[in-house]
Nanobody
Framework: QVQLVESGGGLVQAGGSLRLSCAASGSIVSINAMGWYRQAPGKQRELVASITSVGSTNYADDVKGRFTIFRDNAKNTVYLQMDSLKPEDTAIYYC????????????????WGQGTQVTVSS
């Protein structure tokens, strides 16, 4: 019913930049918070950044000042601008959206993207 499609991952050298995109589609009534999570090998999935429908943002401590999350509500798309990348940023990055739908009944729940690999070399 709802799909999140991510793009923008890849291989970059330390100090470089990437921009991740996540577009939500489907039978969407509204999207509340959207965010990015990441999971490195041997680690639990962790929140990187999130943004509410009114633009309030939250960042993990280790990305503050380097990453910026923003969204285009008209396109149901969230972005993560990643600057000054470090090898420890290497992970699979997952898009998340808190979505309200109407079928089969009015429902609000999280949806997840398939993940996009970000690899930062030393």
């Amino acid at each position: 019913q709802v799909q999140l499609v991510e793009s923008g991952g890849g291989l970059v050298q330390a100090g470089g930049s990437l921009r991740l995109s996540c577009a939500a589609s489907g039978s969407i009534v509204s999207i509340n918070a959207m965010g990015w999570y990441r999971q490195a090998p041997g680690k639990q999935r962790e929140l990187v950044a999130s943004i509410t429908s009114v633009g309030s943002t939250n960042y993990a401590d280790d990305v503050k000042g380097r990453f910026t999350i923003f969204r285009d509500n008209a396109k149901n798309t969230v972005y993560l601008q990643m600057d000054s990348l470090k090898p420890e940023d290497t992970a699979i990055y997952y898009c998340n959206a808190d979505v309200s739908t109407r079928w089969p009944i009015p429902t609000r729940r999280d949806y997840w993207g398939q993940g996009t690999q970000v690899t930062v070399s030393s």
